[in-house]
């Protein structure tokens, strides 16, 4: 990757530089999305389980099973989704340590190559009040064109 050619001199532009910090940034978004997604689902087998537990084993039950709909007890669901949220909750703790992993890779870039973000939100309310903004940093991304 880049950040493992020398610090003697530079050779990527600005550019490049950019570039290789919004798909760094673009992983870390996606690695959240994925948490977000798995934890709604384990919130869904918690939800089944609570709804479940109190039930006579003996009881039918459907579950979805590679898109069919099987009919089975309670009995034999039940440790199934307990399973199936235990290994959902362990791909998650997986990504949180993929997303700290990611969020210090970045940290590192920022600090190598001296980008500061800033906010977009809060820039557009600061300078809606202002004609002019003072230029105290270097701003990485698009520039707005007001």
Do not use: W
């Amino acid at each position: 990757m880049a950040n493992s050619e020398g610090d003697g001199k530079e050779p990527m532009n600005e550019q490049a530089v950019a570039n290789i910090y919004g798909a760094m940034r673009n992983d870390m978004n996606q690695i959240y999305s994925k948490i977000t997604e798995l934890e709604m689902e384990a919130s869904e087998h918690s939800l089944v389980i609570n709804a479940i537990t109190p039930l006579d084993p003996s009881r039918k039950c459907y579950r979805m099973v590679g898109g069919v709909l099987v009919e089975r007890t309670i009995k034999e669901v039940l440790p199934a989704v307990q399973r199936n949220k235990e290994g959902l909750e362990e791909v998650i703790a997986r990504l949180y340590e993929a997303l700290e992993k990611k969020r210090k890779d970045i940290t590192e870039f920022e600090a190598k190559y001296k980008i500061r973000i800033t906010k977009g939100d809060s820039a557009m309310k600061d300078a809606s009040g202002k004609k002019e903004g003072n230029a105290q940093g270097v701003l990485v991304g698009p520039a707005a064109s007001d």
